[in-house]
Nanobody
C-alpha cells in the first residue's frame, strides 16, 4: 500500500514562495507518476502539476506555468512543488497524488488518473 504525506504549506504574502513536499512510503517514486492538485473553498479539485516516473517529463496548468516547478529527490523518495510568485488565487488545499499505471514518461491531468492521495496541506496567500 502506498502512503503519501504532504508538508510545507503555510501562510505567505503575495509574491512569496513556498515549497511543498510529498513523501511516499510503500513504493518508490520511480514507479509512480505524481501530480499535484488543489481545491479552494466552494470549488472543484483542479490539476496543478505533474511529473513522470522518470522525472524527466512535467506538465503544468496554465495558471501556474512559469511560477511552479516539480522536482524529485530520489534518495529521500520525495517529490517537491516549488511555488514562486504566489498569488491570492493560489490559496487552496494542495494534494499530492500518485499512480503506478502510467508509462515511464506519461502523465495525467485528471483526478481519476491517480489512485493514491495524501491528506492535503493548506496554502494561504494573503494580499
Amino acid at each position: 500500500q502506498v502512503q503519501l504525506v504532504e508538508s510545507g504549506g503555510g501562510l505567505v504574502q503575495a509574491g512569496g514562495s513556498l515549497r511543498l513536499a510529498c513523501a511516499a512510503s510503500g513504493r518508490t517514486f520511480s514507479r509512480l507518476t505524481t501530480a499535484w492538485f488543489r481545491q479552494a473553498p466552494g470549488k472543484e479539485r483542479e490539476f496543478v502539476a505533474a511529473i513522470s516516473k522518470s522525472g524527466g517529463t512535467t506538465d503544468y496548468a496554465d495558471s501556474v506555468k512559469g511560477r511552479f516547478t516539480c522536482s524529485s529527490d530520489n534518495a529521500k523518495n520525495t517529490r517537491y512543488l516549488q511555488m514562486n510568485t504566489l498569488k491570492p488565487e493560489d490559496t487552496a488545499i494542495y494534494y499530492c497524488a500518485a499512480d503506478s499505471r502510467w508509462g515511464w514518461d506519461t502523465l495525467s491531468r485528471t483526478t481519476g488518473g491517480y489512485t493514491y492521495w495524501g491528506q492535503g496541506t493548506q496554502v494561504t496567500v494573503s494580499s
